[in-house]
């Protein structure tokens, strides 16, 4: 499988050559094909506006006319499709912002929609909607009734608060109520793609607007899908993690009366790179069965000498009164390329339907 920084490359650029020349036929395109010699060092997205910018250099003019070289590649070249579309989007959207007219805005959204099967429109869409977001949003508002489940999914994927490797909408945060009708008309979607979709936006509104997620979620359980509850879960994720009481209440993780026996540690030195394994006992002290969101927090010491925590999932149960459950997890500290990890103090606790136990300190030592 390649890295992600390879999605783009020399392939790629050959491929949105070819489908260019073939609707600007003798054309030099002397930018697309210096671009497939320099993307060796860059990352995905730097690859993606390097083929944009290229392929807005080598079809100048208005932006009727990239429109029509793109509709023609669409048209008459059967690859062009994959991971090219993430450079041509981007340079319609780039080409109908400077061309500064509503007719060349809608028609940009337009082609949008259309070739988003082909891969995603959805980094493109950022353009547009950071020019004039309430156009885009009466626009992607129909796209929610689209017979594609890919046009609906672009509705709800495209305006994510935090869509991963695209670039921001300060407005969507700015405005958090801004997307609730795409998000309304969406989450009883028979696609699971698309619903899956509105999850993780719904999650992304959490982090910034916990209680108008939490009130989202709870309109939608009201008048639920068969598919409801699983996407309300998912898309309070973090919020079950932060042990926010409203998302925990909705989801049926009421206050419980507990008693905790750990996390017991196997060690209280791991070896840098290495793991450390708890355990831990929990029983339902109460005279009412306990459901229990069970997850467990790891304390990581940091380079100033401070410390951070990230909360992991671990399981979910309901108890009757007096029954005890056993955890065990091992924890891992082996060297990631999205981690980075400090020698020093740490601990591990667990955080039972939003409340934390007493935490279990170890050491985790230096490299050798």
Do not use: C
Not at 28 to 47: I, K, N, T, V
Not at 103 to 128: K, N, Q, V, W, Y
Not at 245 to 253: K, V, Y
Not at 289 to 304: Q, T
Request: hydrophobic share 45%.
């Amino acid at each position: 499988m390649p890295f992600a920084d390879e999605l783009i490359n020399v392939h790629t650029a050959q491929l949105l050559t070819r489908a260019v020349r073939s609707a600007l036929p003798g054309a030099e395109l002397a930018s697309l094909r210096a671009a497939a010699r320099r993307l060796g060092p860059l990352s995905l997205r730097e690859r993606a506006d390097l083929l944009r910018d290229a392929l807005l250099a080598d079809v100048p003019g208005h932006y009727a006319e990239l429109a029509r070289v793109v509709r023609a590649a669409r048209d008459g070249v059967p690859e062009f499709g994959g991971w090219l579309i993430w450079p041509v989007t981007g340079a319609v959207a780039t080409k109908a912002v400077a061309d500064g007219t509503d007719a060349a805005f809608d028609d940009a959204m337009a082609l949008l929609a259309d070739l988003t099967g082909r891969l995603t429109s959805e980094f493109a869409l950022r353009i547009l909607l950071r020019h004039d977001l309430d156009r885009a949003l009466r626009i992607i508002a129909g796209w929610t009734a689209s017979p594609d489940a890919d046009v609906r999914r672009l509705a709800s994927e495209g305006t994510r608060p935090y869509l991963p490797w695209s670039i921001r909408v300060p407005e969507l945060v700015a405005r958090p109520g801004a997307t609730a009708p795409v998000l309304d008309a969406l989450y009883g979607d028979a696609s699971e793609y698309v619903r899956r979709s509105v999850a993780n936006h719904l999650n992304d509104l959490s982090r910034d607007h916990a209680d108008l997620a939490v009130a989202t979620a709870r309109r939608w359980l009201d008048a639920p899908a068969p598919t409801t509850g699983r996407l309300v879960r998912h898309g309070l994720r973090t919020l079950v993690k932060r042990g926010h009481p409203g998302a925990l209440e909705l989801l049926g993780f009421a206050p419980a009366t507990l008693e905790i026996d750990g996390p017991v540690l196997d060690r209280t030195r791991v070896p840098f790179g290495g793991s450390v394994r708890f355990t831990a006992a929990i029983r339902n002290a109460g005279a009412e069965d306990a459901r229990l969101a069970i997850d467990y927090v790891v304390h990581h010491h940091k380079a100033n000498g401070s410390q951070s925590t990230k909360t992991f999932k671990l399981t979910t149960r309901t108890l009757a009164p007096d029954e005890t459950i056993a955890v065990t997890r091992e924890h891992s500290f082996r060297l990631l390329t999205t981690r980075r990890y400090h020698p020093g103090p740490h601990a591990i606790a667990l955080q039972i339907n939003g409340v934390t136990s007493d935490r279990a300190e170890f050491e985790l030592q230096a490299p050798d």
